[in-house]
Every structure is written in C-alpha cells, then in structure tokens.
C-alpha cells in the first residue's frame, strides 16, 4: 500500500553524557517535531522529520562525589533534520480491519544543531566562546554534529486517514560538546588571557564536598569529562499522521 504520510509528534527529550552519567531521568525537556512518512508496501517505509527538543542536566543532581564536586551544568535547545527507515514487524494497511496495527523499528541519520548554555547570574550564558577546556579562538566546536538515529514504536489505525503513533528512539552523537564537557581542565589564567574572566569563572565552578579533595580536582590536566563515549539524547513521543494514499482496486477482468 504505498503512498504518503504526514503530522506531527510530541512529547520530552532527555540527555545522557558527561553531566548524566548515570541515566538519571530528572531533566526532561519539551519535544515536537513534523514528520513526512512514504509507504513502499506494508512492511518498509522512509520517513523525513524537523526536530525540536530541549535538554539539561546538572551535577547538582548527581550522587557521584566527583561530579557533585565538580558541580557543571548546561542546556541547550536541539534543531535537528534526519531521514530513517522504518520496517513494521506486522503487515499494516491503512483502513484494514485486520491489519490496522504494527509495531516497528527504525534506523537513519540525522544532522543536529546545539548551543550549550549555563546560568551564571540570573542569566543564561553561552559556553561554546568562552573555550572552557582551554579552545584558542576560531578553533571551538561546531555547534553542528551528524548523529546516528534508531528507535521502536507501535502504529495504530484510528480510521482510514488517520492513525496513532507513539515511539521511543535515540541519538548517538558524534560530537561529545552537547554538554560542552568533554576532556580535561586547562589553566584557568590562560582561558582567562584569551576569552576573558567570565571563561574562567565557568570552567571551574566547583564546591568543596566531603571526601573530595577540591585543589587536585580542578588542576590543569586532571578529568573534566570523558572522550570514551559521545553524547546522545532521546525522545519519548506520541504523534498523529494523515495519510494521502487511496485505496487501489484491482482492475475488470483482474480475477478469473
């Protein structure tokens, strides 16, 4: 059954990274997105999407000691644009009395756009310029990243035209600067000679915490974050699609 698809989703966005290393679900983040779906058949369709998702995370709310201690914390807003395929574990037909309904898996690509910010004085302020892991000028990250995109979801058929989504998926990062954490700590008098006081300021902004030595934490060299593993996010969303298809009746004399 082949033909077009289109609507919207909504639901929450959650990071995983540097500053939510243990999967902590605390954050959650406001997602919509526009979705333009085409069905080769009953099994495999491409799907296009516009994403919008806010994500944050604070070690204020971790129960790591170091992370307590090392007390960062960022948010951004996510523009993102991916193409994926789907495939529908169970034949789907729109309109189908019997095969009104599938669940599927999904994989593509996706380009992401992020800007990193944190609140320092009742206000929010971008971290990307200010080099907080000792950048020089002209040589800080992208604020744009390709990222790998799979997921589940159920569809679900509420008549001919229109059915319900509700999908689960994920985006593995190839950038680890989502949060804008990601090596070590360089020397705060030299971010300071080249960005400004204001960079230094934000990339130390530890505490002093029981059990952790706050002068050896913080010194040029030691682990701010961890390059091991790229940052990722994900979505949990419920969406409606119209389809524009039409039903295609076999011709006279198709059947003997």
């Not at 400004?196 to 505490?207: N, Q, T, V, Y």
């Not at 952790?212 to 701010?224: E, K, N, Y």
Request: net charge negative; aromatic share 14%; hydrophobic share 35%.
């Amino acid at each position: 059954q082949r033909g077009w698809e289109a609507g919207g989703l909504i639901g929450v966005s959650h990071y995983f990274g540097d500053l939510n290393t243990d999967f902590r679900l605390t954050d959650p983040g406001r997602a919509i997105a526009v979705a333009a779906r085409f069905n080769f058949n009953e099994r495999i369709c491409l799907r296009f999407s516009g994403n919008f998702g806010e994500v944050s995370a604070y070690d204020s709310d971790s129960e790591n000691l170091f992370e307590l201690a090392r007390n960062l914390s960022f948010q951004s807003n996510i523009l993102e644009g991916n193409a994926q395929l789907e495939f529908n574990f169970l034949p789907y037909f729109h309109g189908s009395k019997d095969n009104f309904f599938s669940p599927y898996v999904l994989a593509g690509v996706s380009t992401v756009h992020f800007n990193p910010m944190t609140e320092y004085e009742g206000d929010l302020v971008e971290l990307r310029p200010l080099g907080t892991e000792g950048q020089f000028k002209g040589e800080e990250y992208r604020k744009s990243s390709l990222a790998i995109n799979y997921g589940i979801g159920v569809k679900l058929d509420i008549n001919y035209y229109w059915s319900v989504n509700v999908e689960l998926s994920g985006r593995r990062m190839a950038t680890d600067y989502l949060d804008d954490v990601s090596t070590v700590y360089a020397d705060k008098d030299d971010i300071a000679q080249i960005h400004g006081e204001l960079g230094a300021i934000l990339s130390d902004r530890s505490i002093p915490v029981e059990g952790v030595d706050q002068s050896l934490l913080t010194a040029p060299g030691r682990q701010r974050g961890s390059t091991s593993t790229k940052d990722s996010f994900a979505y949990l969303r419920v969406g409606l699609m119209y389809y524009f298809g039409s039903l295609k009746c076999p011709g006279y004399g198709a059947r003997k």
